[in-house]
């Protein structure tokens, strides 16, 4: 089994099957079980999570590969602390940041499979939360679920909420990002753009005849730095 990456900006292009399965399945699941999808997030991660600690998440070595910011925070590195890192749940459309972490004290944050889960109506709410607790001149570093992903083109008849936006037989829900869509979304919050371009993974297995198209979307995106104090002889000008 042998996988290959490549980077891009623009979205997967889709087979004329794919494009069919897509143009079929446009039902949307109804109001009722949407609300009570939302209402029963928290617990159908939880029982997500119970089910799946030991045997579905992996290290994540190409982090710090692909974000440089991150090779300060592996454990191995001198600078590391663990008087300093502090640990707590919250849910991040709804819970203040700052009751647990100081404004404007973060070098770096990570949504790394993270929005996708959140409904879009409440992304914008996850992201000016961040904003409160980032460092101006710093960084959110995303990678998350891109358009026209294998994942999205596996969903069956049934489970689609919105535009792009699916459930999962376990009652978990996923989005699939297009880079505008992102870029919009944080810019709206405050943010800059820093890079915004999709990541292609095909997994091929020769003897089973297989290839799996994976798409992802990885971006950072910047806090404005805050404007120098002017100094006394600017003042006077």
């Not at 087979?15 to 997030?41: H, I, N, P, W």
């Not at 992996?58 to 454990?75: N, Q």
């Not at 980032?134 to 998350?144: A, H, I, Q």
Request: net charge positive.
């Amino acid at each position: 089994m042998t996988s290959f990456q490549r980077k891009g900006l623009q979205a997967r292009i889709l087979s004329t099957e794919e494009e069919e399965k897509l143009k079929r399945d446009q039902a949307l699941v109804s109001a009722f079980k949407q609300q009570k999808l939302e209402k029963e997030a928290q617990k159908n991660w939880d029982l997500f999570y119970k089910r799946n600690s030991t045997n579905f998440f992996k290290d994540r070595h190409w982090t710090t590969r692909e974000f440089e910011e991150l090779r300060s925070c592996r454990e191995q590195h001198p600078l590391y602390n663990a008087e300093r890192c502090k640990v707590f749940q919250c849910d991040l459309t709804r819970d203040d940041l700052l009751d647990h972490v100081p404004p404007e004290s973060v070098d770096a944050v990570t949504l790394i499979f993270v929005l996708s889960a959140v409904h879009p109506e409440k992304m914008r709410l996850v992201l000016l939360n961040v904003y409160k607790v980032l460092k101006p001149g710093r960084s959110v570093l995303f990678r998350d679920y891109g358009l026209n992903d294998h994942a999205m083109l596996r969903f069956k008849a049934g489970s689609k909420l919105g535009e792009n936006f699916y459930v999962r037989q376990d009652g978990t829900r996923s989005y699939f990002f297009t880079d505008e869509f992102l870029a919009q979304l944080f810019v709206d919050a405050g943010y800059e753009e820093v890079v915004n371009e999709y990541v292609f993974r095909e997994t091929v297995n020769k003897k089973e005849g297989l290839c799996v198209p994976r798409v992802f979307l990885q971006s950072k995106f910047r806090k404005p730095p805050k404007d120098p104090a002017p100094t006394s002889d600017s003042a006077s000008l």
